[in-house]
């Protein structure tokens, strides 16, 4: 794990911007610079983990899933929550976050 803070952590300090959809004292949500739906936000604890399997406490676990939720709910009524674990599970980021995937008109697997 590198001593240089994580590009989310950069985001939550405000070092960069980006388009905050929700936060509080222990979340931030933000909209995917590449989204991969028309609905592509990020649910980002602030307490740094560098995977999701890294979280041991269920409260904290629980508690992420329950803001992951909470956020697609103010986004969208069917939604698909996404975690990518660890560079062989297509994480990039090494930093804990779920991504809220939403706004087919006919599902994931359409264009639209």
Known sequence: ??????????IIARDIPSDIV???????A?????PKAPIHLLVIPKRMTP??????DPAEMGELWLTAVKV???HAEDYRLVVNCGTGGGQVIFHTHIHVLAGWAHGPDSDT
Do not use: K
């Not at 936060?23 to 931030?28: A, G, L």
């Open 1 to 10: 794990m590198s001593d240089q803070p994580t590009l989310f952590e950069r």
């Open 22 to 28: 929700f936060e509080d004292e222990q979340y931030i």
């Open 30 to 34: 933000i909209r995917d610079i590449a």
């Open 51 to 56: 995977r999701v399997d890294a979280i041991t």
């Open 72 to 74: 697609a709910r103010m």
